[in-house]
């Protein structure tokens, strides 16, 4: 790493405020502002539904309510899954383009999606 990088990568700070999470920049310096929207939506087959699934793998045997196939940008869908916990009163995450909700939400999320516009199809057991 050179000087000029180590300043680029902030490890830990408590006076940043709120950070884009597209750049990971303050909000004021945010670099991919009006770059991220409907044309970087991920591309996916019309009408194909969005699964709404439960896992257990490498979480000690907790459940956790897994959403995928939503055709949203990143920070769209971190805007979705922040509504869904809401919804359903619990913790949760995006990873690796996935909502996860912890807890066993199937059917209210599966509502949920229907009433904003999406198709979803309950998956797993």
């Known amino acids: 790493m050179t000087p000029k990088d180590q300043g680029a990568r902030i490890v830990y700070s408590t006076g940043s405020g709120r950070q884009c999470a597209g750049c990971r920049r303050p909000i004021a310096q945010c670099a991919c502002r009006g770059r991220v929207g409907t ?34 940008a990143p920070l769209e869908l971190e805007a979705l899954a922040a509504e869904l916990k809401r919804h359903c ?35 797993g057991g």
């Open 39 to 72: 044309a970087q939506r991920m591309a996916t087959p019309a009408g194909a539904p969005v699964r709404v699934g439960r896992a257990t793998q490498g979480r000690a045997g907790k459940g956790v309510t897994v959403i995928t196939g939503l055709p949203l």
């Open 89 to 123: 009163g619990s913790g949760g995450t995006v990873r690796a383009g996935a909502i996860e909700i912890q807890g066993e939400h199937r059917d209210r999320i599966v509502q949920e999606l229907t009433h904003r516009g999406f198709s979803p199809k309950r998956s």
